[in-house]
């Protein structure tokens, strides 16, 4: 069975940083590509960054990128997403999944697991 565990949310003032974690129960974790999304209040849920199997390539939502960077430790069977100069509108809840494709995607059809998600608020 899968499970997937996000941690590391919280609340944090504008222009500061956060890390999020995902850790995996998954026996094959080396295999599938991860990605982290996010849902504000109110909205639809979002795309936010993508990575490989292997870490080598990853893909970023306009909005965030040059500040978010995703990474993986497939030894720890973990995924990170450090989140720089935050700003009020990255509050939401932040899910991470995973796709059994090898290949990132920013496409949400594409996972087919998916975590309860961590809470990040960014004050002004």
């Known amino acids: 069975q899968v499970h997937l565990v996000e941690s590391g949310g919280g609340l944090v003032q504008a222009g500061g940083s956060l890390r999020l974690s995902c850790a995996a129960s998954i026996p094959t974790f080396g295999n599938f590509a991860i990605g982290w999304f996010r849902q504000a209040p109110g909205k639809g849920r979002e795309s936010v960054a993508s990575?490989?199997?292997?870490?080598?390539?990853?893909y970023y939502a306009d909005s965030v990128k040059g500040r978010f960077a995703i990474s993986r430790d497939n030894a720890k069977y973990t995924v990170y997403l450090q989140m720089n100069s935050l700003k009020p509108e990255d509050t939401a809840v932040y899910y991470c999944?995973?796709?059994?494709?090898?290949?990132?995607?920013?496409?949400?059809?594409?996972?087919?697991?998916w975590g309860q998600g961590t809470q990040v608020a960014v004050s002004s």
């Open positions: 990575i490989a199997w292997d870490g080598g390539s990853t």
């Open positions: 999944a995973a796709n059994p494709r090898t290949y990132p995607s920013l496409e949400q059809w594409e996972y087919d697991y």
